[in-house]
């Protein structure tokens, strides 16, 4: 199996890689529009921020290829947002792959503790749908790092609920996504992944 994963100017990307090989699979990192294309499965992980990594994906016609791909397709944390319509961020136009808009956590007073931003750790995620996940999964704990999310829409495959609830998981197609980090979830997380090798 061909599995690539997509090179840009976000970070977290050699964890992901490790963690196939972990599940026993190579994956090539590269920006070759090619490889891109002709590869059986592609990954599109991610940290940082949205507009300076629009603007790269733009800058090398990765934003158009990554659009035309019809193979099985993997974002991960800021790889979902910026597949997503809007981001907040930077008030930013992205891939437009989901309809959903991503929008910014607001911290929440309440009277016992103060709901923090960025959203960081081990939460549940429920509502499964779709090929990647099973229902053994649900309600199962996911590993988060992030204080942008995707709304909920018809592309929600997953849902978590931080402050509010907001999508953990979308698909559309070809193109599957999830805001928590599948590479840092343990053993639920290599199952997702594998999931997704399977499709």
């Excluded at 090989?21 to 994956?27: D, E, F, I, P, T």
């Excluded at 991610?46 to 016609?61: F, H, I, P, Q, W």
């Excluded at 992030?146 to 829409?153: D, E, R, V």
Aim: with cysteine; glycine share 8%; charged share 20%.
């Amino acid at each position: 199996m061909n599995i690539v994963i997509i090179k840009y100017n976000a970070g977290n990307i050699e964890s992901v890689k490790n963690a196939l090989s972990r599940l026993g699979v190579s994956a090539e990192i590269t920006a070759d529009h090619d490889k891109i294309n002709s590869a059986d499965k592609v990954i599109f992980p991610g940290v940082g921020e949205a507009s300076t990594t629009m603007a790269y994906l733009r800058e090398n016609g990765l934003d158009n290829l990554i659009k035309s791909l019809k193979q099985p397709v993997l974002g991960i944390c800021l790889g979902l947002q910026l597949m997503c319509s809007f981001s907040e961020e930077n008030n930013t136009p992205c891939l437009g792959i989901f309809d959903e808009k991503v929008k910014r956590f607001l911290p929440r007073e309440r009277e016992e503790f103060i709901t923090k931003v960025p959203h960081m750790g081990w939460n549940s995620i429920y509502n499964l749908s779709g090929s990647i996940f099973t229902y053994q999964q649900e309600k199962e704990y996911v590993y988060f790092v992030h204080s942008y999310y995707a709304a909920l829409g018809k592309h929600t495959i997953a849902t978590c609920n931080y402050i509010i609830p907001f999508s953990a998981a979308l698909q559309k197609d070809n193109f599957y996504a999830t805001q928590f980090h599948p590479e840092k979830s343990g053993g639920i997380g290599s199952e997702i992944l594998n999931n997704f090798l399977l499709l």
